[in-house]
């Protein structure tokens, strides 16, 4: 939290104090200070994220969602940071997905914790690829790097809670450890897993599979819960192991 801290102080007292008078320098300046107050903000609600996920009160609010239109968001979202950094993103959305019931803004943010891992670690490269596709009865999606990759040793572990990849390339790389970890969790959320395929200085590609079900047999796999897409929900896991999605007030009483 204090690379991005430090970086937004020095940049406003250096506008402050009046060190560049052309206006080019001053937007760089402003953009900088932007940019890092996002990643500041992305920081602090992962850290967030992962305190709700440890304490089990997590929720999600499930409705009918257009994973095209998580999509676009994500890539519109992108779309200053990657440009600033000189990032070209491609993008290739398979048409004739139907909705899915999920919670629009937890993915809206795995796929966002994705895609700025990609620029972490993508090294020289400035090229990602974002695509969303069906398999059967699955959507995936798929966030490509051309990066430093990761060797095969880490790769069960990746999502593993604080953890960082080894090596001289990734200590200077900034990060909590938390994002994956938060993008399993909202994919497992949803029924759904998240898996990486990698190669080390070959890149790596993460992808997300949910599944496509329809809102009529969701309903029919959680009978207790009335109206699904009006209520808010939290995964709970009991004390002999069973999981369940069930009702915010439900939770409480159990």
Excluded: C
Aim: charge should be negative.
């Amino acid at each position: 939290l204090k690379t991005p801290l430090t970086s937004i102080r020095m940049f406003a007292e250096a506008l402050t104090m009046g060190v560049h008078k052309k206006p080019e320098a001053q937007k760089e300046y402003l953009q900088t200070i932007i940019s890092e107050s996002e990643r500041l903000s992305r920081l602090l609600n992962n850290v967030l994220d992962f305190s709700k996920i440890e304490q089990g009160t997590r929720t999600y609010r499930f409705e009918p969602t257009s994973l095209e239109e998580v999509i676009h968001a994500a890539e519109e979202a992108m779309a200053f940071p990657m440009d600033q950094k000189g990032f070209h993103l491609q993008v290739e959305v398979e048409e004739g997905i139907p909705p899915i019931h999920a919670d629009r803004d937890a993915l809206e943010q795995a796929v966002l914790n994705l895609l700025h891992n990609a620029m972490k670690y993508s090294g020289e490269s400035r090229d990602i690829k974002l695509k969303l596709h069906r398999n059967g009865d699955m959507a995936s999606i798929d966030v490509t790097d051309y990066g430093i990759g990761i060797v095969e040793e880490d790769r069960d572990r990746i999502f593993g809670e604080f953890f960082r990849v080894q090596g001289v390339e990734n200590q200077k790389i900034p990060g909590t450890g938390l994002g994956l970890t938060i993008v399993s969790h909202i994919a497992e959320s949803h029924g759904g897993r998240v898996e990486v395929f990698s190669h080390p200085g070959e890149g790596s590609t993460f992808t997300v599979t949910l599944p496509l079900r329809s809102t009529t047999r969701v309903r029919k796999e959680h009978s207790t819960l009335a109206e699904v897409s009006q209520h808010r929900y939290s995964l709970h896991t009991s004390r002999n192991g069973a999981v369940a999605f069930l009702p915010v007030d439900e939770r409480r009483k159990s």
